[in-house]
């Protein structure tokens, strides 16, 4: 799960001094082993994901069981789309959001609420645009169902300190069962969302059907890659 310095560079084709001044100067988590920086897979997707930095997603593959993993398009059928949510705070909208996932048995919504809460506070989940993915800081390990993506628009746009100083209207909120799924899941994510069409769909916003009909055929363009 730990990235050498040097393999991120070659990765993302950048020089060392580019990896390393993402660590020391601009926030990209990491931890010292031998005298030399590793970086987490998971922290480096929630890192670029939320400065818009393109990051190949070969770097976060998860072997041969990848083709098992859930697709976003799956995800979301099962986490569903939702519109006007209310609410005028970070806590009031994720509380609304929260209210409406399917969660596992014996996964409690407060304690879920409480996470997702605790990773805001240690920085935005925001991306810019309008658009945040609440996300737990790790994923919630062992939990029983699948792993679910729920889109949510907003009734009032609401300040999550994002780093274009725009308010969030569009939230999705990803609860994954494992490491592995939430990985897959968060890559993939960050790819549909490079892409501007989709983007101007959701700020229509576009019905659940468009909305599920542009994420399938921009998935299929991942498979033909």
């Given amino acids: 799960m730990f990235l050498k310095v040097t393999d991120l560079a070659a990765a993302a ?16 988590p990491a931890h010292k082993q ?7 897979r998971v922290d480096l997707l929630e890192w670029a994901t939320n ?5 190949p997603s070969e770097l976060f593959a998860v072997g041969t069981e990848a083709s098992r993993l859930s697709s976003v398009s799956e995800a979301l059928e099962l986490g569903g789309i939702f519109y006007d ?6 806590e009031s909208a994720l509380r609304e959001v929260v209210s409406r996932l399917e969660l596992p048995p014996g996964l409690d919504p407060e304690f879920l609420l409480q996470t997702l809460l605790a990773r805001e ?35 009032n746009p609401i300040d999550f300190d994002a780093v274009d100083g725009k308010p969030v209207t569009i939230l999705f909120t990803l609860v994954t069962p494992n490491v592995k799924a939430h990985l897959h899941l968060l890559a993939k994510l960050a790819f549909l ?22 994420i399938r055929a921009l998935e299929e363009t991942i498979i033909r890659r």
Avoid at 34 to 40: G, S
Avoid at 121 to 147: D, M
């Fill in 13 to 28: 084709g950048v020089d060392e001094k580019t990896v390393l001044n993402w660590i020391k100067n601009d926030g990209l």
């Fill in 121 to 155: 506070a240690l920085g935005s989940t925001a991306l810019g645009n309008g658009i945040a993915i609440p996300h737990v800081r790790n994923p919630i390990v062992g939990a029983a169902g699948g792993a679910a993506i729920s889109l949510c628009f907003l009734r």
């Fill in 193 to 214: 969302l490079h892409d501007q069409q989709f983007q101007e769909l959701l700020h229509r916003p576009g019905s659940e059907a468009e909305i599920m009909s542009a």
């Fill in 51 to 55: 400065r818009g930095i393109s990051i």
């Fill in 85 to 90: 949510l209310p609410g005028d705070t970070p």
């Fill in 34 to 40: 031998d005298d030399r920086y590793r970086v987490n």
